[in-house]
């Protein structure tokens, strides 16, 4: 049994009559709604565009060069570390012991 969810959310879309013939038509032929049809398609681009950002491949060589540069010390950066000693915003008035 599939489990459902409820829907609350709204999109609200305007299209020109030839793009919802055209929408409507492929729904049909997949015995969808055209909202079913929209949102499954819609969620399928968006889980491939997001998943591009959330994996990478590499061969061996690019491997081996992105392990070294995860192992490499940190660079020195004086003026982020000048940046981190300077009191921030909401830090208080230093008092004196």
């Known amino acids: 049994m599939m489990k459902t969810t409820k829907r609350s959310d ?34 399928g681009a968006a889980n491939e565009i997001l998943a591009e950002r959330r994996h990478f491949h590499l ?5 081996e060069a992105f392990q070294a540069a995860l192992d490499a010390p940190p660079r020195p950066l004086p003026r982020l570390e000048r940046l981190m000693q300077e009191p921030g915003m909401f830090d208080g008035p230093e008092q004196e012991a």
């Open 59 to 63: 061969d061996a060589k690019q491997w």
């Open 10 to 43: 709204r999109i609200d879309l305007r299209i020109d009559p030839k793009a919802k013939e055209t929408i409507q038509a492929a729904a049909l032929l997949r015995h969808k709604t055209i909202s079913e049809f929209i949102l499954e398609n819609a969620m």
